[in-house]
T-cell receptor
Framework: DGGITQSPKYLFRKEGQNVTLSCEQN?????MYWYRQDPGQGLRLIYY???????QKGDIAEGYSVSREKKESFPLTVTSAQKNPTAFYLC???????????????FGPGTRLTVL | AQSVAQPEDQVNVAEGNPLTVKCTYS??????LFWYVQYPNRGLQFLLK??????LVKGSYGFEAEFNKSQTSFHLKKPSALVSDSALYFC?????????????FGQGTTLQVKP
């Protein structure tokens, strides 16, 4: 899983609670991403950030929030507004796109969130 | 709209036989294509990518993929499958002409290699 760490590995949340998933990388990557994985649906992009202090919504941003205060860190908060948060969450990072270089993303080990 | 399809939910192959995991895409502009593998309860690992150049791309663990522009396909192949290749495989394509690094992923194909 490269130099990307995610914590915790497993997380249980009661309905109505906000929870924050951690993602840290030591690969000196500028770009970071959050995906949600559900069985049979592949990966769906929640948020992404190309540079510190800047981030954009992905395809399924509703009910989630992020911050990018440091290059190494891109935490994801799952708010109570997310109606079906039980899923496997994956963080990734990459070097930025440069000319014809479209760099692959490196993934963390994931956090499995379960709503009780 | 950009999209990628993996038409098979599962592929079964005997150990030692060649394997193919299929991927087709729909993009505007030049297709940038990727294959990743995921083992249970783990993150995705990069296998290979096609950006430009030779249509046959070689990657990690003996895998290769053939880019076919006329058929808009990027099938993953391996000449001789191993039981340890059993995993979930994802094909991905650059999102449009994006320079953000965003990818669109297929729904995944489970590869089962039997001894």
């Amino acid at each position: 899983d490269g130099g990307i760490t995610q914590s915790p590995k497993y997380l249980f949340r009661k309905e109505g609670q906000n929870v924050t998933l951690s993602c840290e990388q030591n690969l000196n990557h500028d770009a970071m991403y959050w995906y949600r994985q559900d069985p049979g649906q592949g990966l769906r992009l929640i948020y992404y950030s190309q540079i510190v202090n800047d981030f954009q919504k992905g395809d399924i941003a509703e009910g989630y929030s992020v911050s990018r205060e440091k290059k190494e860190s891109f935490p994801l908060t799952v708010t109570s507004a997310q109606k079906n948060p039980t899923a496997f969450y994956l963080c990734a990072s990459s070097f930025p796109v440069s000319g014809n270089r479209y760099n692959e993303q490196f993934f963390g080990p994931g956090t499995r969130l379960t709503v009780l | 709209a950009q999209s990628v399809a993996q038409p098979e939910d599962q592929v079964n192959v005997a150990e030692g036989n060649p394997l193919t995991v299929k991927c087709t895409y729909s993009v505007s502009g030049n297709p940038y294509l990727f294959w990743y593998v995921q083992y249970p309860n783990r993150g995705l690992q990069f296998l290979l990518k096609y950006i430009t150049g030779d249509n046959l791309v070689k990657g990690s663990y003996g895998f290769e993929a053939e880019f076919n522009k006329s058929q808009t396909s990027f099938h993953l192949k391996k000449p001789s499958a191993l039981v340890s290749d059993s995993a979930l495989y994802f094909c991905a394509v650059r999102a449009g002409s994006s320079n953000t690094g965003k990818l669109i992923f297929g729904q995944g194909t489970t590869l089962q290699v039997k001894p």
